[in-house]
Nanobody, 120 residues
Framework: QVQLVESGGGLVQAGSSLSLSCAAS?????MGWFRQAPGKEREFVAA????????NYPDSVKGRFTVSRDNAKNTMYLQMNNLKPEDTAVYYC????????????????WGQGTQVTVSS
């Protein structure tokens, strides 16, 4: 049974930084981050391969967000810099994609989410 637990969300001002963590148990997989703002669909934020050698981001966060992982700790991280009000959302980690990892349907496992709020 795979379990994913996010932490690190909070309320910050625009231009600040925040780091999220996702602790995983039950296996080692390719992993990713998604986010969902109120009234919007869940969207892809970042992906990282099992070894950490491959990462990918959408243009909306490229250059500001960095995904990494520590396999010894079974933990994935999302470092978010220069946060903007439009980054406000619930952030979810996901694991074990099969297919197009940009889409929510490709991922087998999800965490419960952590709220990130960026004030202007």
């Amino acid at each position: 049974q795979v379990q994913l637990v996010e932490s690190g969300g909070g309320l910050v001002q625009a231009g600040s930084s925040l780091s999220l963590s996702c602790a995983a148990s039950g296996g080692s997989y390719d992993m990713g981050w998604f986010r969902q703002a109120p009234g919007k669909e869940r969207e892809f934020v970042a992906a990282i391969s099992r070894t950490g050698s491959f990462t990918n981001y959408p243009d909306s966060v490229k250059g500001r967000f960095t995904v990494s992982r520590d396999n010894a700790k079974n933990t994935m991280y999302l470092q978010m810099n220069n946060l903007k009000p439009e980054d406000t959302a619930v952030y979810y980690c996901a694991a074990d994609p099969d297919g197009d990892y940009f889409t929510t349907g490709a991922w087998a496992y999800w965490g419960q989410g952590t709220q990130v709020t960026v004030s202007s």
